[in-house]
T-cell receptor, first 112, second 117 residues
Framework: SQKIEQNSEALNIQEGKTATLTCNYTNYSPAYLQWYRQDPGRGPVFLLLIRENEKEKRKERLKVTFDTTLKQSLFHITASQPADSATYLCALSYSGTYKYIFGTGTRLKVLA | GAVVSQHPSRVICKSGTSVKIECRSLDFQATTMFWYRQFPKKSLMLMATSNEGSKATYEQGVEKDKFLINHASLTLSTLTVTSAHPEDSSFYIC?????????????FGPGTRLTVL
């Protein structure tokens, strides 16, 4: 079955630096890969979606890359701020289904 | 963006009782909704796909008779945890796909924290 691993359970970085989170999967590549933000006790909030034929997507300070050869997606937050502190989840889905498989998440803490 | 609500946000119940959780899409119609559960510091585990007008599709290992799902209308899905036990205590979250185009973002509800004593 598909396994999704996100680089580390927790990541601490200094304010202003770029945070880089990884999402690695096994087996076959998904048609769609998404990144979500989740704050404690809340539901996830959608951030970005990237398709299997796309290499990179950007939205304001966020950037996502997708490498189907490495079976990996990288999620970058540039000029990080304490307000970016949250858990970030990657999720994969395949053609023909709405279902998503979620990674375990990375808890990011941006230090002031 | 589209909004999904859940009710209640928190519920505490005694072992053996049943608990109903509602998931509503507030400003769009959702023929499909998803139910997840999440344990502390763990990822979201898909429990079932709720389909309007037909039976829910359950993931492997999820008891259908334990977790009853009813998709009564295009904006409402309910999850009933029957004869709840302490091991059912968890964070339950529903989601609905964006109304425009397939495989776009999912809109999540705020979650329901269930504690079974």
């Amino acid at each position: 079955s598909q396994k999704i691993e996100q680089n580390s359970e927790a990541l601490n970085i200094q304010e202003g630096k770029t945070a880089t989170l990884t999402c690695n999967y096994t087996n076959y590549s998904p048609a769609y890969l998404q990144w979500y933000r989740q704050d404690p006790g809340r539901g996830p909030v959608f951030l970005l979606l990237i398709r299997e034929n796309e290499k990179e997507k950007r939205k304001e300070r966020l950037k996502v890359t997708f490498d189907t050869t490495l079976k990996q997606s990288l999620f970058h937050i540039t000029a990080s701020q304490p307000a970016d502190s949250a858990t970030y989840l990657c999720a994969l889905s395949y053609s023909g289904t709405y279902k998503y498989i979620f990674g375990t998440g990375t808890r990011l803490k941006v230090l002031a | 963006g589209a909004v999904v609500s859940q009710h209640p946000s928190r519920v505490i119940c005694k072992s053996g009782t049943s608990v109903k959780i509602e998931c509503r899409s507030l400003d769009f119609q959702a023929t499909t909704m998803f139910w997840y559960r999440q344990f502390p510091k763990k990822s979201l585990m898909l429990m079932a796909t709720s389909n309007e007008g037909s039976k829910a599709t359950y993931e492997q290992g999820v008891e259908k008779d334990k977790f009853l799902i009813n998709h009564a209308s295009l904006t409402l899905s309910t999850l009933t945890v029957t004869s709840a036990h302490p091991e059912d205590s968890s964070f339950y979250i529903c989601s609905a796909p964006a109304p425009v185009g397939p495989y776009n973002e999912q809109f999540f509800g705020p979650g329901t924290r269930l504690t079974v004593l």
